[in-house]
């Protein structure tokens, strides 16, 4: 039987860092008609309910009914490890992350902490991650037999390390390659799961293995491929010691065949021009993680390259200091207000729905509520608390509504999250 979803609808119809906010499209009191998984039709509430007098009702107020949230880089297995005091990327990496990343070669522990990192971002209306796992195969095994347990679309990798990591987290340019093709071959289009390869960075991969990855990327050429690009300034001077022959960060990637649609890469902070032309021509995908780009102190991502390359938004979970993507919009905002731009709500809703989906090449599926694409949607209380009720309530038009949200909004705003066309 169809469901049918009473409330406030936003969606998009146009990108809103080409057109402002005329790209979204909202009703006050609209209505989503689910069946079978997918969205079957959107329009006036009135209307739908005369024309469907046989679905099941869920009428939820004034409350926001908006596609899912989709987080486009996160490590599940940092799920432990959120809030780790004190250090920058490598000492991070190196005190903190490695040491986690070890504890999955026990496969309990690695489903332990997927179905756990699920339901943390599930509770606050997060239906789609891209996720790194670690070296270990079962890691893979664990996040995608979470995500099938639960319904949701999900992407993730074997994280590959051949290099400057301890031991027992390394691998090797063969067995990287041997796993990863088993995974893919495993995981991938099956349910809702992508495979995605996933050399971890540069630094802790030799040429041997990207260039293994590399070709395992162009027999697989309707995959992702995701890394790290440019995050920090000496991770930049490591590779470029690493990799003297290279003209950068982006051309040890580059000459190894890990550049082009498809390419996904973290952080992307601190490009030279000739980086940024190349991303632009090979038509790569950045994603922005502001609360981690703070947290480690990284840097302030330039949001003006979303005018010319797919940009997704994600909370880079562990390095990032949320789980949240209501946090990760706010933080967002403030990023850009040091860089002398105010983004517009529009803008920020937009790149946690429909940007991280265009980044993630799933935009025909997931990121946005039209009929067709599948039913994974977030019902946002834009009064949760009384701090944000009493800001909401001076409210003329839906954005000022929505702006007390996402700065101030927590799991408390998620009234309900439906995955895959079944409510959660
Ligand atoms: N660069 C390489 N690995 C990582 C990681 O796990 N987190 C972050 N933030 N950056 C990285
Ligand atoms: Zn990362």
């Not at 039987?1 to 609209?30: K, N, W």
């Not at 041997?178 to 991938?188: F, P, R, T």
């Not at 809702?192 to 050399?199: G, Q």
């Not at 935009?363 to 509520?369: A, H, K, P, V």
Request: charged share 20%; with cysteine.
């Amino acid at each position: 039987m169809a469901d049918l979803l009473l409330g406030q609808v936003l969606s998009f119809t146009g990108d809103p860092f080409v057109i402002g906010e005329a790209a979204a499209q909202h009703l006050s009191r609209g209505a989503v008609l689910v069946d079978q998984g997918r969205i079957r039709a959107v329009g006036q509430a009135g209307d739908l309910r005369a024309a469907h007098p046989g679905a099941s009702v869920h009428d939820y107020g004034d409350c926001l009914i908006s596609a899912g949230f989709i987080d486009a880089h996160v490590h599940y297995p940092q799920t432990a490890i959120i809030a780790s005091w004190g250090k920058r990327l490598i000492d991070w990496l190196n005190l903190y992350t490695f040491p986690e990343e070890m504890r999955f070669a026990d496969p309990a522990y690695a489903e332990e902490i997927a179905g756990r990192y699920l339901d943390l971002v599930l509770a606050r209306g997060t239906t789609t991650v891209c996720s790194y796992a670690t070296i270990h195969p079962a890691s893979v095994d664990a996040i995608f037999g979470a995500a099938q347990a639960r319904g949701m679309r999900v992407f993730a990798g074997k994280t590959c390390m051949d290099r400057n990591a301890p031991e027992g987290l390394r691998d090797s340019a063969q067995s990287a390659y041997n796993d990863s093709k088993a995974l893919l071959e495993k995981w991938h289009g099956r349910d809702r799961l992508s495979y995605v390869i996933t050399p971890r960075f540069s630094p802790t991969s030799t040429p041997e293995q990207l260039a293994a990855l590399g070709s395992l990327w162009r027999e697989h050429p309707d995959c992702l491929m995701q890394t790290h690009l440019s995050e920090q300034t000496d991770e930049i001077a490591w590779v470029k010691d690493l990799f003297p022959q290279s003209r950068d960060y982006l051309d040890t990637y580059e000459t190894q065949g890990l550049l082009r649609e498809g390419a996904v890469y973290g952080h992307a902070i601190w490009l030279t021009d000739r980086e940024k032309a190349r991303l632009r021509e090979a038509g790569a995908s950045l994603v922005h993680c502001p609360t981690s780009n703070m947290f480690i102190g990284s840097g302030l991502f330039d949001m003006g390259l979303a005018r010319h390359l797919r940009v997704g938004l994600a909370t880079d979970t562990g390095g990032g200091s949320s789980f949240s993507m209501l946090r990760t919009m706010a933080a967002a905002y403030e990023v850009a207000q040091l860089r002398g731009e105010a983004l517009h709500p529009a803008q920020l809703w937009w790149l946690a729905t429909v940007g991280s989906a265009r980044a993630l090449h799933a935009e025909g599926q997931i990121g946005n509520i039209a009929p067709g694409m599948e039913a994974d949607l977030a019902v946002i209380d834009l009064t949760s608390t009384p701090a944000i009720a009493q800001a909401a309530a001076r409210a003329e038009t839906l954005w000022q509504a929505l702006f007390p949200t996402v700065m101030v909004g927590d799991d408390r705003a998620i009234r309900a999250v439906w995955v895959g066309g079944r409510p959660r």
